[in-house]
């Protein structure tokens, strides 16, 4: 899975897809792992790194990452 | 080791569906996290989840204005506590307390207002459904019968001939107010003259004593004015009495129907912005009544048997996240231990729903499922949340009324229910139903009470 090349997102969380004109907010762990996933990160990779970081255990990520990654092919931020 | 940063689930939102959508107010995402002092998960720990939870405070406050308001235009003002709206039994005393009497529609609330300790000659009886016993009973209790339909009247007129009492009675009038649907199923027409033939009749049999006149214009009535007209029916049948017959009406019933701050379904704005305040029907229906011409001294008593506006706020409804789910079409679900089973407004009402915890500023939308195995099993279609996880909690606003007296004993039991005192003291006021006390009333013959598998 892969993002679409030209979005452009803000720290505060304001994502810009420059060839639909759509955008998008995301909370600060939302954009966290956006960034991740655009630098190529696996998804193994990310769930490490959230564990290291964050009060919670490896299910919920799992299941939350997964919950978001649907939720970028739904607005189309991925490509097909 | 160092400390974990506080998790929250990761959230997009589209940005292109406007600011003011349909998903609703910022406010709604501020979380609830007490209840007149009392924190909301300490009650879910104590008496478990879902639960109802009723302020007496609430319940008072919302009282003494409404009287305060009637009392301040009108000399004469009496309000009778709608029983089917709530007839929790530590509820009604609330009212009685604050000097309510009581307004019933059947003879299960007639023996329920009976044991809370109210006076026969306080109980309103009104309902289509009231057989000679029933009736017996009340003329006994001297009741104020109020009557629905001349098959009614009739055997009225026939327990009455055996008496030397003759029985206190009032006739519900129906009419015209300019409001659609008009409530035309219950009491004698206005307009067509049924009203003014059942008066006619009872006061010429000479059987009944014709004390008053009632009438409900319908429930959740957005239209102040719609109460002006009723009230100048309702007057122009008694001074036409007067006229007629040299006789005073003592009482003039408007019933119930004032609307609570409720967000009626598919409605653009919110409830508490749009719904009138009491004052606006007290002004209507008062206004009206005074300049109606009666004599000074012959000024009928206003009775009224406002619902819902006097207890909506005042209960709320508790509950735990189960579980989230993503539908096919993308959009979020969300799934409470609280359900249409135990809410029977979310059909009428998009509720507000506060979040208990705080879950942060950003928020997705969703639908609020409840637990049970239906696709009708909707408490909040669309509504914008903050990011919910299974364990967090949630609290339903505005559900004192007709929730307790309507819910469904179906699929689960129903929750305990809990009452906040003045000083912030919880009180159990019903046990969360068990599978023994459910049973209790179920007989199995002796034949299917063994079975092989
Ligand atoms: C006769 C009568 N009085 C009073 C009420 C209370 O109405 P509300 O809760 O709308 O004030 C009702 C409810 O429908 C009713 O039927």
Avoid at chain 1, 54 to 70: E, G, P, S
Wanted: glycine share 6%; aromatic share 10%.
């Amino acid at each position: 899975m892969k993002l679409k090349k030209d979005l452009a997102i803000s720290d505060s969380g304001f994502l810009f897809n420059p060839s639909s004109g759509d955008s998008f907010s995301l909370n600060p762990i939302g954009v966290e792992i956006f960034k991740l996933l655009q630098k190529g990160e696996s998804d193994d990779a990310i769930i490490t790194l959230l564990l290291n970081d964050y009060a919670v255990d490896k299910n919920t990520i799992d299941k939350d990452l997964n919950d978001f990654k649907i939720m970028l092919t739904n607005h189309k931020l991925i490509n097909a | 080791m160092k400390t974990k940063k506080t998790y929250e689930r990761p959230l997009i939102k589209s940005l292109n569906s406007g600011l003011m959508n349909k998903f609703g107010k910022r406010t709604e995402w501020t979380p609830l996290t007490e209840i007149d002092g009392v924190k909301v998960v300490d009650l879910l720990n104590e008496y478990g989840s879902p639960l109802f939870v009723y302020s007496e405070k609430k319940i008072r406050e919302n009282y003494q204005h409404a009287k305060r308001v009637f009392e301040t235009r009108y000399p004469k003002v009496q309000f009778a506590w709608s029983y089917k709206t709530c007839y929790l039994n530590a509820v009604c005393d609330v009212y009685h307390q604050e000097g309510s009497w009581a307004e019933v529609v059947s003879r299960f609330e007639y023996e329920k207002a009976l044991k809370n300790g109210v006076p026969g000659d306080k109980i309103i009886f009104n309902g289509p459904d009231k057989t000679d016993d029933d009736l017996m009973l009340a003329i006994k209790n001297n009741s104020p019968i109020h009557i629905d339909h001349l098959d009614e009247l009739y055997r009225l007129h026939e327990l009455a001939s055996g008496l030397t009492k003759k029985p206190k009675v009032a006739i519900r009038v129906n009419m015209d107010t300019g409001i659609y649907p008009m409530w035309d199923r219950f009491g004698f027409n206005y307009e067509n003259g049924q009203a003014w033939d059942a008066i006619n009749k009872i006061i010429t049999l000479n059987k009944l004593d014709l004390v008053g006149l009632h009438t409900h214009i319908g429930t959740f009535m957005l239209t102040p004015s719609a109460y002006a007209v009723a009230a100048s029916k309702m007057a122009d049948l008694a001074i036409n009495i007067k006229k007629k017959y040299k006789k005073s009406i003592s009482y003039i019933d408007m019933g119930g129907g004032f609307a609570s701050k409720n967000t009626l379904k598919g409605s653009y704005y919110m409830g508490s912005d749009t719904v009138p305040d009491i004052e606006e029907y007290a002004e209507a229906i008062t206004s009206t009544l005074i300049n109606a011409g009666f004599d000074k001294d012959e000024m009928p008593y206003l009775y009224l048997e406002t619902g819902r506006a006097l207890v909506d706020d005042a209960g709320f409804l508790m509950g735990t996240v189960i579980a989230n789910k993503r539908l096919s079409d993308g959009r979020r679900a969300t799934i409470l231990d609280f359900g249409v089973n135990v809410m029977f407004t979310s059909f009428w009402y998009d509720h507000k729903i506060s979040p208990v915890e705080e879950l942060g500023y950003h928020t997705e939308d969703t639908t609020l499922y409840g637990p049970m195995c239906m696709n009708i099993d909707v408490v909040r279609e669309n509504i914008s949340m903050p990011p919910l996880s299974p364990g967090n909690h949630v609290v339903a606003h505005f559900v004192g009324a007709y929730n307790v007296t309507q819910s469904m004993q179906f699929i689960s039991l129903r929750p305990a229910i809990v009452m906040i005192d003045l000083h912030g003291k919880p009180h159990l006021i019903k046990t969360k139903e068990t599978l023994e006390g459910i049973q209790r009333d179920e007989l199995v013959p002796q034949h299917l009470k063994t079975f092989k598998l």
